[in-house]
């Protein structure tokens, strides 16, 4: 019988954790803004757009591998949305020109924040699908808040070890 109640008791948590959850790429444009905040939550970042609107970042890291853009107009409509954490994005990045602050309002925070003896400044890492394949993008930083280079790794939590 405990079992049997505290298995009616996970389920009932799931399901009190996903009522009200919204999956940000059904989003419908034209849907107001205070309406998508009340599914989604708060925002991770809330950048200001040019023409008036509203970027709602929401990021799944660290665990998760999606950051999506949710733009409004300047009447709180939904506009656009977009997954931005893939390659092509980090790519985008300009050596020597963007910041810190443009990679925090793109990406929203990192999965880790590293150093090593071979670069001064922080290593911003976020994790991300490539194609099928788990990667690691690592934005280097530095020490005056400027991107340096960008580098990708494997993410070598999927990679197995050779059988013997």
């Not at 309406?35 to 809330?46: H, L, Q, Y």
């Not at 954490?85 to 020109?97: K, P, V």
């Not at 150093?115 to 911003?124: C, H, P, Q, R």
Request: proline fraction near 7%.
């Amino acid at each position: 019988m405990p079992r049997l109640l505290s298995t009616s008791i996970a389920a009932s948590v799931l399901a009190l954790a996903l009522t009200g959850c919204m999956v940000p790429q059904w989003q419908k444009p034209g849907m107001p803004q205070a309406e998508v905040e009340k599914g989604m939550g708060k925002p991770t970042v809330v950048v200001p757009l040019p023409d008036g609107g509203t970027r709602l970042v929401y990021s799944q890291q660290p665990a998760g591998q999606q950051v999506y853009h949710m733009d409004f107009d300047a009447q709180h409509k939904l506009t656009r949305v977009e997954q931005v954490l893939d390659s092509a994005h980090f790519f985008a990045l300009r050596n020597g020109i963007d910041t810190r602050d443009d990679v925090y309002r793109l990406f929203g925070p990192p999965a880790k924040v590293e150093g090593v003896y071979s670069f001064k400044g922080d290593i911003w890492t976020y994790r991300f699908m490539d194609n099928t394949f788990a990667r690691r993008a690592h934005v280097h930083i530095d020490p005056q808040g400027i991107v340096q280079k960008v580098m990708f790794t494997d993410e070598s939590m999927y990679l197995r070890e050779p059988r013997r």
